[in-house]
């Protein structure tokens, strides 16, 4: 599996599952809308308010799933960070045109845009016997 075919199939999907770990240590899941790069990085809009900003304030590192009802998945570990400037209004056109009602939350005080940068990916692809189970080099991502 190419970066090519991993960025197809990431990019075929709008929707996530984000997990974090609050300073208390426990484990939380959001489920995301995102979109994805060619180089493979993802990039969501979330609230000040909300627990994975927090998380990811006190420790960049996040765990997506991403596609499951089909019976291939992607396993996602990065570090997330806030894009500013030029490369942030890059990625807002890209979420707003796959989320339209972007728009509307960037008028909100508290919108934060997380980008996360992959460490880890898994793909897998359960509908086999035996199940396809890739996972690139890291400097394959």
């Known amino acids: 599996m190419t970066r090519k075919d991993l960025h197809e199939f990431i990019a075929a999907h709008r929707w996530a599952v984000e ?35 927090a998380n990811l304030r006190a ?8 596609g499951w009802d089909e019976g291939c998945t992607v396993q996602y570990e990065g570090i997330a ?28 005080p508290d919108i934060a845009y997380i980008r996360v940068k992959p460490l880890w990916l898994r793909f897998s692809d359960f509908r086999t016997t035996p199940s396809l189970i890739i996972e690139p080099r890291r400097d394959e991502l």
């Open 81 to 108: 960070d806030e894009p500013s400037g030029a490369e942030l209004a890059r990625w807002k056109a890209l979420y707003f045109a796959r989320f339209p009602d972007g728009r509307e939350r960037e008028a909100l």
């Open 59 to 66: 420790s960049p590192q996040i765990a997506l799933v991403i």
């Open 19 to 53: 997990a974090t770990t609050a300073t208390s240590g426990r484990p939380q899941a959001a489920v995301i809308g995102f979109v994805v790069s060619e180089a493979l990085e993802l990039f969501f809009d979330t609230l000040t308010s909300a627990r994975k900003y």
